[in-house]
């Protein structure tokens, strides 16, 4: 059967405010806030706030009616322009479910969210919780130290049982946002599937291998044979020399062959590709010899025309699909799950092969960064920090979740059938209503959810409750579950040392920020230029691999490194 790939982004950006309020009656409109600065469980009006609170973990939140302000923006591709209760459903629910009544403000845009929180903060406004992953490390760092945002491991501690045991069981999720002194400001996320783990993997038209009887191919030498061995022996049959050994795109990174084909001479990746040697110094894979004899052999396959010119220049699908979606195949290689949208009716027969292994046994797999350096802030000026942290607490509760992510019970999500499996291939729990088959963007139910209990918990949720249908075609189950099968047996074992990387959350001083941004564009249009000028044969690598390297140095590239390396030190 014929299978589709959607690509689910969700990292939904949000932020919220929560402002603190006075102990008042379960009825909202006797509700009153109040923007104390206090944060020792005592409020502006002196009263023990902890005397008001539930037993940690449980619901609701408190046992007296408190108000909170919330400011958050708008997220159109959700149908949420509402967070307030009289609009929005899991609002309504929320505040009944906690006992506490949520006020919020909203941004105008995602876009807005840094200035209109700016204009919040100069007037006085400081919200209580900011749910956003807009707020850098450096953020993070500054608002700490200066008092602006709580320092949350206490709170955590003794009153988010789940987020604790969420930290407990996912270290590396805590430690993207801890800082020196052991210093922890925001709840962030992780993509826990394995296919979002490796993006650069590469896919072989299976009947061709058949065809010509070879194996799948391991090795740099076994790849180039294979590619020849499509360009030239007619393994679609039709007997023309119609074959395209290998295409690629520039519209993703993940359609992008060069880093997967580099990782079999140096580990590298599509952005700053800065690396950690075992001395502990920042180093650029672009100036390494493993880099140049990694140009030289995609040079070898550009110029032997085993990869498609159209690689380094389509970046429209249409074009795509049109290269690839002839009749009969005319495509042997297809960079990450490309064969699924570009290929779509050839999807069955392309299956993923392994990182390939070098001349000097380099064999690498490219890491993609699943943990998010940003996340929910708490106020150092709110009245109720316990309160605040329980509402985010209670986002990770299993029907707290279900709702905050996907809407209401028997209209957006029912129990799942029998014989249902998740993305994490275990028995489905629940079956969201528009999905699979059925989907339909226009039924989405407006003002239904919380994106930003999306971007910290709708991957869990979706892996480990929901019946695994995604887009439009109901056999994309069987494809993801693949997806995720194929890369963590041939990927994940050959993720490089974390050692290697730096750190998620690399504090660059703002006094650096614009400088850096500066030589990061100067360095990165340098090395961009001259490796497509090698790839393609304009210039030769031996004859001019040193004025390069010349011009990387004069662009910055010494002042680049000594940056990150300050950053990197500063962390040890």
């Known amino acids: 059967m014929k299978k589709f790939l959607c690509v689910m982004l969700a990292a939904i950006l949000a932020a919220s405010v929560l402002s603190a309020c006075s102990k008042a009656g379960n009825d909202s409109n006797n509700t009153s806030s109040g ?30 009616r408190v108000e909170i302000s919330v400011f958050t923006h708008p997220t159109p591709e959700k149908k949420v322009d509402s967070y307030k209760s009289e609009d929005n459903k899991f609002t309504a629910w929320y505040e009944e479910y906690t006992n506490v009544k949520l006020d919020f ?13 700016s204009t919040l903060m100069s007037s006085g406004e400081m919200p ?30 003794k009153n988010a049982p789940r987020i604790k045991k969420w930290w407990d069981e996912n270290p590396e999720i805590k430690d993207a946002v801890t800082f020196s002194g052991d210093r922890t400001y925001a709840i962030n996320y992780e993509s826990t599937n394995p296919r979002d783990m490796v ?8 009947p061709w291998l058949d065809t010509l009887n070879l194996p799948i191919p391991e090795t740099t030498e076994e790849f180039y044979q294979t590619l020849l061995a499509f360009k030239n022996d007619d393994p679609n049959g039709n007997g023309q020399k ?73 970046s429209d699908m249409s074009t795509y699909r049109t ?40 064999q690498y797999a490219t890491k993609i960064n699943t943990i998010s350096n940003g996340g929910v802030l708490i106020s150092g000026k709110t009245e109720y920090p316990e309160v605040c942290i329980r509402i985010i607490d209670g986002l990770f509760e299993e029907e707290v979740a279900i709702r905050a992510c996907v809407g209401e019970e028997n209209k957006d999500w029912t129990l799942a059938e029998a014989g249902a499996v998740t993305a994490d291939g275990q028995p489905a729990k629940y079956h969201q209503v528009n999905s699979g088959s059925a989907y339909d963007p226009d039924k989405i139910s407006p003002n239904a959810v919380w994106p930003m209990a999306i971007y910290l918990r709708g991957d869990s949720v979706k892996n480990s409750w929901f019946e695994e249908l995604f887009d439009h075609d109901p056999d994309a189950a069987h494809y993801n579950l693949d997806l995720n099968t194929w890369t963590e047996d041939l990927y994940l074992p050959y993720l490089p040392d974390s050692k290697m990387l730096l750190p998620v959350n690399l504090v660059i001083s703002s006094d650096l920020s614009a400088e850096l941004s500066d030589l990061s564009t100067l360095i990165t249009e340098t090395t961009n230029s001259w490796s497509m000028r090698f790839i393609l044969g304009e210039a030769n690598i031996d004859d001019n691999w040193e004025a390069y390297l010349a011009e990387l140095e004069s662009v910055g590239l010494a002042r680049f490194l000594e940056i990150y390396q300050q950053a990197y030190d500063q962390m040890k």
């Open 128 to 157: 209580d919780i900011l749910l956003s992953n807009n707020f850098t490390p450096e953020q993070q760092q500054l608002y700490g130290e200066q008092g602006t945002i709580l320092e949350i491991t206490e709170l955590v501690e």
């Open 199 to 206: 993006w650069n993997k590469m896919f072989v038209y299976k």
């Open 323 to 362: 290269v690839a979606g002839q009749e009969p195949n005319i495509v042997g290689f297809m960079p990450s799950h490309a064969a699924y949208t570009a290929a779509e009716m050839y999807a069955d027969d392309f299956v993923m092969i392994p990182p390939l292994k070098g001349p000097d046994g380099k």
């Open 105 to 117: 403000i909203m941004a105008p845009s995602a876009a807005d969210i840094t200035t209109s929180l």
């Open 35 to 64: 923007s104390g600065t206090s944060t020792d469980s005592t409020s502006a009006s002196g009263e023990d706030v902890n005397t008001n609170l539930t037993e940690a973990g449980t619901f609701p939140i408190v046992k007296e």
């Open 242 to 314: 119609d074959e395209i050994p290998l295409i690629g795109n520039i519209s993703w990174v993940a359609w992008k062959p060069l880093v997967y084909l580099m990782d079999a001479f140096e580990y590298n990746e599509d952005g700053t590709n800065l690396f950690v040697n075992a001395s502990g110094n920042v180093y650029p894979a672009y100036t390494q010899d493993g880099y140049k004899e990694g140009l030289k052999w995609i040079n070898k396959l550009y110029s032997e025309g085993l990869i498609a010119p159209e690689t380094f220049t389509m």
